[in-house]
């Protein structure tokens, strides 16, 4: 949540020409003007902007005041700081008090002596400290109206206001997931909040700028309350995972124009009953009914001398801290595309888009008249909806009309996942006008793109980017729409880069990395899902889902350039690691303990969801692939003799892993695609061995006729390892094939999102199976990664992260005529884009300001290209640093640039 208000002139960047030299985008933890914050050493990030190539900066200087956009008194002045530091600049004042809003601004120096206006932005804290919680948790039973368990609250409490009002804020949570009201409004900010955390140890509290809605005189304060995760059906469990009480924790903190204060907050003097929400569980819908609403319940005015009073708990407040992640919010909404009508007769609405979300109507009927829709993914071969893949998830929204007329309704305390909608019982037609799918997602800013000159290859990215969005919904879940949406670690460390790639997911990946941490077991072990629904299960710390503890950060710090979080994650990364050594009866091998092995894999023998990779192999290479990470995360942090340790640690895994599944003449104990691939991914061989290895890799594919075997473990490196051994050709044929088993096969049957299973619908138009087959499932999009980092070729280096040296490393091929990447970094927007034409490369390139950049270009010859037009030693901000055959490398100062050439020759 930002400040809803601008209250402060930022600098130059308004005008409307480009300014000479500026600053702009000033951020606090990532976030713009945030408000609500918990962290207590904030960082600042800002861009550079301004004519011209090669922008660096030589310095700046940042200010921050408490509750003074003039900054008489700055209670921190970095004073005029040398160097390129813009991006986590870290605050360095005295300790930030509770509920303070902080101004800051920066100004920053080039290095030809420029120097920009202040850019200000403005930052909200947060309650800090748990004890400074004065309010107490408010639940209700509904058993004491004698109604059935799934009854949602309504809690209320009336208050009055005195003018003038300064700024009204509200900071609430819930055991459960709440929705606020004030004087008659919803309060839309933020959807499902509290969100989803390890909760016994980690639940977050929201802040609400409530001002404008505060009148003068009476008001009312309304707060519902429903199970979501807490309490609700979550993975196996049937209900009250968390807890049985569904409560409410809220305070209104009003300050006043003359400096004096007030504060509402939730105690025995509230006032409850149920409301009309008679049903809400994530997995199964939410049913409505209309009859029982509490018309004007959150007005100041309602009669509630009939509610009850609510009942206080005592539960202690230790665990609570202001909101870490982006809100959860509606991101988009769609009109059905078509209405179709079923074989046997059922009216089913297509929106064109398989999504996470709900569907809202109108709806004009007589009292009592029952609406239900149903949600499901697909419709099967003769044209109904299918829900067998849903297994027990029911997706079913149900509303009650109360019979006044033209009436709305919108789901908000469940999500389905769906692109059909059953409508049954819809009085009247069920014209497209009348539903409006709303999808649901975190609030990530989207920074990536790519598109290219295969159509099918371009609805693929669209489809990856749809599987995110429809997958992080607070944490990274496997899939929106069956009876799990849970968030599984092999999945989320799959796809972590590519989801970097998409979206500024940093915040998201901290927020959920600290929810791994608090429910990591205590020797080091980590849940098979984060948030941990397994609890005391064996099945835990599988190979490539465990790893996420390190993978994660890892990429994170490096898509990032955000050290914080790998230095608050280090601790559990060793744990991982160390549990790792000490599993098993080796210290150097993995060969014990719950693995899923190369899930999903087409080599899987019958009846198993486990490919033929032998578990202790894919064990111990992501062992070793841990260890090299965590090694490189303790230099990153200048823990040197970590570094030197785990170091040594890879070394003694790698020659274990050889001795057990290398042959001396490099042969690979299981010829599987998957085995190759993390043999070589993960640089388990070197020299000859390597040699062979390779040769072997790609006689398999060959035999295979290039037909994909690998799962959820070998399927996201397999085509940027082929690209690395100097077959991008065989990277791009495998990418671009359209021939079951393949990525654009999927897209070719008309997926809108990333299959869980390769053959999740045959060509036949039968299904995979029932039990296993999700539409929405994005560990195959990983393939994302690929794009970007190869085709496109923008990649990040580990020695200046976070994209402050930038090497781009396009690599075109057959079946390509053109490809464009863009994405907008902590700096800027870095773009690489090709074009091949008559034999003639394009390539436009912008580096942003700040940062520099190391371009390859393919098959170019020095003296045949230009930049611009001008030779290429002569462009500005253009250094020629290597030619190779057939290569030329330069390093790039910021700048926009197109460089021309002949290919090849
Ligand atoms: C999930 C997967 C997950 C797996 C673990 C499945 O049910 O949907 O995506 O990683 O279980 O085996």
């Known amino acids: 949540m930002r400040l809803k208000a601008d209250p402060v002139i930022t600098g130059d960047t308004r005008r409307s020409e480009a300014p000479e030299f500026g600053v702009a985008d000033l951020r606090v933890e990532y976030r713009l003007n945030p408000i609500g914050i918990g962290v207590r050493i904030p960082r600042f990030s800002w861009k550079l902007c301004g004519t011209g190539r090669g922008i660096r900066q030589a310095g700046y200087r940042l200010q921050v005041s408490e509750g003074d956009p003039q900054f008489r008194s700055p209670i921190w002045d970095s004073g005029e700081a040398d160097g390129d530091r813009s991006v986590h600049v870290a605050y360095e004042g005295k300790a930030l008090k509770s509920r303070q809003v902080y101004y800051c601004r920066v100004r920053a120096r080039d290095s030809k002596g420029r120097e920009s206006d202040w850019q200000n932005a403005v930052f909200e804290t947060g309650i800090l400290d748990y004890r400074e919680w004065t309010a107490q948790w408010i639940t209700f039973d509904p058993a004491r109206r004698n109604l059935p368990a799934e009854a949602l609250p309504l809690f209320r409490k009336a208050f009055e206001a005195k003018p003038p009002i300064r700024s009204a804020r509200i900071y609430a949570t819930a055991l459960g997931i709440y929705e606020l009201e004030l004087n008659g409004r919803r309060l839309k900010d933020q959807l499902f909040a509290p969100g989803w955390t390890s909760y016994h140890h980690r639940l ?24 979501g995760w807490y309490k609700g059906r979550i993975g196996g469990h049937p209900r009250d995972f968390y807890g049985e009480r569904r409560a409410a924790l809220l305070e209104l903190h009003l300050a006043y124009e003359d ?52 009942e206080t708990i005592k539960r202690g407040k230790q665990m609570l801290l202001p909101q870490e992640n982006v809100p959860t919010v509606i991101v988009r909404e769609l009109k059905p595309e078509r209405v179709l009508q079923s074989p046997t007769g059922e009216t089913i609405l297509d929106f064109g888009q398989n999504l996470t979300g709900w569907v809202s109507y109108t709806v004009t009927a007589e009292a009592g008249t029952l609406v239900e829709l149903t949600h499901a993914e697909e419709l099967d071969s003769a044209g109904n909806l299918y829900v067998d893949n849903l297994r027990s998830a029911k997706q079913t ?5 109360k019979g006044t007329g033209n009436e709305r309704y919108e789901p908000r305390f469940s999500f389905q996942g769906f692109r059909y909608v059953k409508v049954r019982a819809y009085p009247g037609e069920a014209i497209p006008e009348r539903f409006t799918a709303h999808v649901v997602s975190s609030d990530l800013e989207e920074t990536g793109t790519f598109e290219c000159s295969d159509p099918l290859v371009n609805r693929l990215q669209s489809n990856i980017v749809w599987g995110q969005r429809g997958n992080f919904l607070d944490v990274p879940t496997d899939c929106p729409q069956r009876d799990e949406r849970l968030g599984y670690t092999g999945d989320a460390q799959v796809f972590v880069r590519t989801a970097a790639h998409n979206m500024n997911v940093a915040v998201f990946f901290a927020k959920w990395l600290k929810d791994l941490k608090a ?62 050594r000490d599993s098993g009866e080796q210290e150097f091998l993995r060969n014990d303990g719950f693995q899923y092995g190369d899930w999903l ?37 200048g823990k040197e003799e970590d570094a030197a340790l785990y170091e040594e640690l890879f070394a003694n895994v790698r020659d274990s892993f050889n001795q057990e599944f290398v042959t001396p003449s490099g042969r690979l104990a299981s010829p599987t695609q998957t085995a190759h691939v993390l043999v070589l991914r ?18 398999l594919l060959e035999e295979s006729d290039f037909k994909l075997t690998t799962g959820f473990l070998g399927t996201p490196y397999i085509c940027p390892t082929l690209s690395d051994i100097g077959r991008n050709d065989l990277a791009y044929r495998l990418a671009l094939s359209r021939r079951f088993p393949s990525w654009l096969y999927s897209v070719e049957q008309g997926a809108t999102t990333i299959w869980e299973h390769w053959d999740g619908r045959k060509e036949d138009g039968s299904f995979w199976s029932a039990d296993m087959n999700s539409f929405n499932h994005y560990a195959f999009g990983a393939i994302g990664e690929w794009f970007y980092r190869y085709v496109a070729g923008i990649d990040t280096d580990d020695a200046a992260p976070g994209f402050k040296h930038i090497r781009i490393k396009p690599l075109p091929s057959q079946g390509l005529t053109y490809a464009k990447a863009t994405y907008q970094s902590m700096y800027g927007e870095i773009v690489s884009g090709w074009k091949l034409e008559n034999g003639e490369m394009n390539m436009d390139v912008t580096v942003p300001p700040n940062t520099t950049a190391t371009l390859d270009l393919p098959n170019a010859l020095q003296d045949r290209v ?23 490398t330069l390093d790039l100062e910021s700048g926009i640039y197109q460089f021309r050439y002949q290919w090849g020759t």
């Open 259 to 310: 400096g004096s204060e007030q504060s509402v907050v939730t105690d025995c003097s509230w006032r409850t009953e149920t409301g009309p929400i008679v049903m809400a569980s994530l997995y199964d819908g939410e049913t409505y009914d209309a009859r029982l609403e509490k018309d004007g319940w959150s007005l100041p005015d309602y009669d509630d001398r009939n509610w009850l009073p609510v």
């Open 682 to 699: 993960f640089g388990l061989v070197e020299g000859p061995i390597r040699k062979q290895v390779e040769k072997s890799f790609i006689r």
């Open 204 to 227: 977050q509290t929201q802040t609400y700028d409530v001002t404008e809605h505060i009148r003068l005189g009476g008001n009312a304060i309304g707060i519902t309350v429903a199970d």
């Open 866 to 888: 230009t930049e611009k037009g001008i030779r290429l030693g002569e462009a500005e901000g253009v250094k020629i640093v290597a030619l190779h055959e057939n290569r030329v």
């Open 397 to 401: 929204t149900s509303y009650i009309c």
């Open 601 to 637: 894999a087409l080599d899987a023998p019958a009846g198993s969801y486990t490919g033929a990779t032998p578990r202790d192999l894919i064990a111990t290479a992501f062992y070793a692939y841990s260890v090299s990470l965590l090694a490189k995360s303790a230099r990153a942090l």
């Open 519 to 580: 429910d990591q077991l205590p020797n080091g072990g980590v849940p098979n899902t984060i948030p941990d629904t397994l609890p005391g299960w064996e099945m835990h710390s599988a190979s490539g889902w465990g790893d996420a503890a390190v993978i994660c950060p890892w990429t994170i710090y490096t898509c990032f350039g955000d050290s914080r979080v790998l230095d608050d994650q280090y601790d559990s990364m060793k744990a991982w690691v160390e549990f790792l």
